[in-house]
């Protein structure tokens, strides 16, 4: 007898809007900053494809666009939409102080709280990078899981302190945390597939056509479900990006594609975060449990 499905579809929404292209970017022509205004229209259309379909989404918000745009953000949060933290202005914690990441946490929250009135349980770095104090931090804040680490696919993992590693000696894992890690992945993303960037040392050539996006995102939900049949399939969409006329067409097209198989629920990151952590205690991976010294 084949064996019940039991697989969860995460659509994840990174609203960036102006903070992406101020604080990661530094843009000071209006012409950039113009791609960030138009990340309300495509919370609009979002909003009106989770609708259509009645199935939840999991936005990352940074404090910026809530001051920004709060009546989108309030749209959100009052359609029931999970809101995650993501920051003040899309900084990347690795780039600032200990004291500075302190604030930047405590900022977005002040914002969202007066915006939205919600106070989050998921956090996601922007630029999917964590320093040596994010994890302590989000601890001590109440955190309940944080999406920005890529050392599974499918399946939720515990974060660590105090991981150790040189180029002399052998890896040596941390201590695991009651903090889960929902992975992420950068093929799962939508703005490196689709954005044209001009940086300082480098450049994003995006513009990927959608259907080249929408078949890989198919054939990756295909190996979850054929293959193994139970974990998540999180994807990483932005307003700004996901919500261009034809783009939009690719969600609706991938939402078609999973939403009448068996076994087969949406879900927002906190609840399956949740659902996942029953019966289950902070540990190491399984792999980790034979590593030299441990």
Partial sequence: MTAAKDVGVALTFDY???SL???????????????????PTGVRRILSTL???KIPG????????????????QDIAAAGHEIGHHGWIHENPVTVSADRERWILEKGFKALDEVAGVRPVGYRSPAWDNSPDSIPLLLEYGFEYESSMMGSDFQPYWCRLGDEFTMDDPYRFGTPVDLVEM???????DFPQFEYVVGKTSTI?????????????IDEFDYLYDRIGTGLF???MHPQVIG???????????????????????TTMQDYCRKWREGKTPSLPAEAAGAFGQ
């Fill in 234 to 236: 999180s994807a990483t």
């Fill in 244 to 266: 261009r006329a034809h783009r939009m067409l690719l969600l609706e097209q991938f939402i078609e594609h999973v939403k009448d198989k068996p076994g087969v629920s949406f």
């Fill in 205 to 217: 050539q995006g513009v990927m056509t959608p259907r080249n996006l929408l078949q890989m995102w």
């Fill in 58 to 73: 999991t936005f990352y918000i940074p404090g910026h666009t809530a001051y920004a745009f709060p009546k989108t953000v």
């Fill in 183 to 189: 992975p992420v992945a950068w093929h799962l993303d």
């Fill in 51 to 53: 609708e259509h379909y």
């Fill in 16 to 18: 960036d809007a102006y």
């Fill in 21 to 39: 292209w101020i604080g990661t970017f530094g843009a000071k022509s209006p012409s950039m900053l113009s791609r960030g205004e138009f990340g």
